[in-house]
């Protein structure tokens, strides 16, 4: 059985975001993100391997497709 193809983010599309979020110092907005995301630089992978990637950062990744929630989502982990 072959491996679903899936994005792999080289750095992790939460560390780039995370990142600017920093740099700026204020929220950023669902078009910041998004075009944080237009320029990752991502290759397509089988699972398994960004299953291996995902343990040794210790983390699982932003969804492409959700990233903007995603990120709102940690930035409230981040206030608790």
């Avoid at 078009?31 to 320029?39: A, M, N, T």
């Avoid at 960004?50 to 940690?74: H, I, M």
Wanted: net charge neutral; with cysteine.
């Amino acid at each position: 059985m072959s491996d679903k193809l899936v994005p792999l983010f080289m750095p992790s599309l939460a560390a780039l975001i995370v990142r600017v979020h920093k740099e700026v110092g204020r929220p950023l907005s669902r078009g910041e993100v998004y075009r944080i995301l237009d320029k990752a630089a991502a290759m397509m992978a089988p699972w398994s391997t960004v299953d291996s990637v995902v343990k040794r950062r210790g983390y699982e990744d932003f969804n492409p497709d959700t990233c903007y929630e995603d990120y709102l989502a940690y930035m409230n982990e981040q206030k608790a």
